[in-house]
T-cell receptor
C-alpha cells in the first residue's frame, strides 16, 4: 500500500528560527508530490507541485525540494503567520489520485 | 477566479439520520474529489470523478455513502444512515485534470450525535 509519512507530527519554533519539515514516501515512479497549508477550520491551500528528483520551488519564506524518496519543506526565518498544518500528498503511478500524509502542525512563537 | 464552493459549512445530525453535502468546483475543472478529514489526520479520499465518471471509489463505504456528479459539474455526497464515526470534515476539491494540483473548498464539518 502507498505510504506517505510526515515528520515531525508537531514542531514549535521561535520567530526567525529556520527549520525543515519532512515528507517521505514509498511510492516508486512518482507522478507528482504536492505541498499544502491548512489553517484551522479551512480547507487545504495549495503551495507547490514537484515532479522530479532535484526539483526545487520557492514562495516567500518556503522552499520545497524533492529527492527519490522524500521531500523537504524548508522554512526560513518564519513569522507567526506561518503557523499552520502543512500537508504533503503524492500522486502514485496508475492510481491517478492524491494520497495525503497526516500533516505537520507548525507553531511559530513571537 | 471563484474557488470551490461547498455547503453547508456545518451540520449536526443524530445517528441513523441522513445528510447531503453539495459542491460546486472551479469552472472548467474536469476532476472532482471528495475527501474525509478526521480531526488530527490528513484527508482521506472517498471518491474521485473525472467529468461524469467515477475514477476511484475504493475507500467509499458504499453501504451508507453515495455520490454523484451531475453533467460533469456540481456534485453531492450523501450519507444514509449516519454513524457516530462519520463525524469529520468533508472536503471537496477540484483540479484541471488528473495528477495536477487540487484546489479545496472550505469543507463541511459534520457532527453525528
Amino acid at each position: 500500500e502507498d505510504q506517505v509519512t510526515q515528520s515531525p507530527e508537531a514542531l514549535r519554533l521561535q520567530e526567525g528560527e529556520s527549520s525543515s519539515l519532512n515528507c517521505s514516501y514509498t511510492v516508486s515512479g512518482l507522478r507528482g508530490l504536492f505541498w499544502y497549508r491548512q489553517d484551522p477550520g479551512k480547507g487545504p491551500e495549495f503551495l507547490f507541485t514537484l515532479y522530479s528528483a532535484g526539483e526545487e520551488k520557492e514562495k516567500e519564506r518556503l522552499k520545497a525540494t524533492l529527492t527519490k524518496k522524500e521531500s523537504f519543506l524548508h522554512i526560513t526565518a518564519p513569522k507567526p503567520e506561518d503557523s499552520a498544518t502543512y500537508l504533503c500528498a503524492v500522486s502514485p503511478p496508475g492510481a491517478q489520485k492524491l494520497v495525503f500524509g497526516q500533516g505537520t502542525r507548525l507553531t511559530i512563537n513571537p | 477566479e471563484a474557488g470551490v464552493a461547498q455547503s453547508p459549512r456545518y451540520k449536526i445530525i443524530e445517528k441513523r439520520q441522513s445528510v447531503a453535502f453539495w459542491c460546486n468546483p472551479i469552472s472548467g475543472h474536469a476532476t472532482l474529489y471528495w475527501y474525509q478529514q478526521i480531526l488530527g489526520q490528513g484527508p482521506k479520499l472517498l471518491i474521485q470523478f473525472q467529468n461524469n465518471g467515477v475514477v476511484d471509489d475504493s475507500q467509499l463505504p458504499k453501504d451508507r455513502f453515495s455520490a454523484e456528479r451531475l453533467k460533469g459539474v456540481d456534485s453531492t455526497l450523501k450519507i444514509q444512515p449516519a454513524k457516530l464515526e462519520d463525524s469529520a470534515v468533508y472536503l471537496c476539491a477540484s483540479s484541471l485534470r488528473l495528477n495536477t494540483e487540487a484546489f479545496f473548498g472550505q469543507g463541511t464539518r459534520l457532527t453525528v450525535v
